[in-house]
């Protein structure tokens, strides 16, 4: 099968989107003619329907409860290279321990979930 890809522009070498599921994980080398450092670029790309593209589900929970979005391989665990799919929170080193801060931490992660 052969689809248009949206892919992530974080890097130049190909991109692989790992399927895990039914005690079988499977890497895909995908690539594609759209590219962009934006996941709400590649969001608004897929919503007029030009390609797959692999997206946060905080980013489009809504778009599929409505309808403008189908998930794909709803029996698998998909995923980029997991090297490459880290969220890391920054801050100064004269900030450690702030509450404004964990409480920033504590929100996000209830958004995203937690690590795997």
Request: glycine content about 6%.
């Amino acid at each position: 099968m052969n689809h248009h890809c949206l892919c992530f522009s974080f890097r130049s070498d190909q991109q692989v989107w790992t399927f895990s599921g039914n005690e079988d994980i499977t890497k895909v080398a995908v690539s594609g003619r759209i590219k962009s450092n934006n996941t709400e670029v590649l969001r608004e790309v897929a919503l007029d329907g030009s390609g797959i593209a692999l997206l946060p589900d905080w980013l489009v929970d809504k778009d599929i409860e409505h309808g403008r979005l189908h998930k794909l391989f709803d029996d698998y665990d998909v995923h980029p290279d997991d090297a490459l799919s880290v969220i890391s929170a920054l801050y100064l080193p004269n900030q450690r321990g702030s509450t404004r801060i964990g409480a920033f931490i504590e929100f996000i992660t209830s958004l995203i979930g937690t690590s795997r």
